[in-house]
């Protein structure tokens, strides 16, 4: 089972860092990747690394803000989120991918985490 963690409020321009650990198995052999939901608007891919880490992706939004990262050894990735807007203001999800290459297959995915963004 997935978790994801770490949200809360923070301020436009603030940052926070999610994390994600996983239940039962090993996240280092699996790609991973992030994505969010609003309600009323289509799933959006956030990032994805490769289960290496050498591999990493992001969305088009997000691109220079936030940064995904892994530790295969605590099992957890983490994806630190920078400059934040009030558009991106969701729940975040991490998710075991099947491919990094656009589009990005999410396979298996827990309870996401609120990330809300508001002065």
């Known amino acids: 089972q997935l978790q994801a963690y770490g949200g809360g409020l923070v301020q436009p321009g603030g940052s926070l860092r999610l994390s994600c650990a996983s239940s039962?198995?090993?996240?280092?052999?699996?790609?991973m990747g992030w994505f969010r939901r609003v309600p009323g608007k289509a799933r959006e891919v956030v990032s994805c690394?490769?289960?290496?880490?050498?591999?990493?992706t992001y969305g088009d939004s997000v691109k220079g803000r936030f940064t995904t990262s892994r530790d295969n050894v605590d099992n957890i990735v983490y994806l630190q989120m920078n400059n934040l807007r009030p558009e991106d203001t969701a729940n975040y999800y991490c998710?075991?991918?099947?491919?990094?290459?656009?589009?990005?297959?999410?396979?298996?995915w827990g309870q996401g985490t609120l990330v809300t963004v508001s002065s």
């Open positions: 998710a075991t991918v099947i491919t990094c290459e656009v589009p990005v297959e999410f396979q298996y």
């Open positions: 039962g198995f090993s996240l280092a052999k699996s790609h």
């Open positions: 690394i490769t289960s290496n880490g050498g591999d990493i």
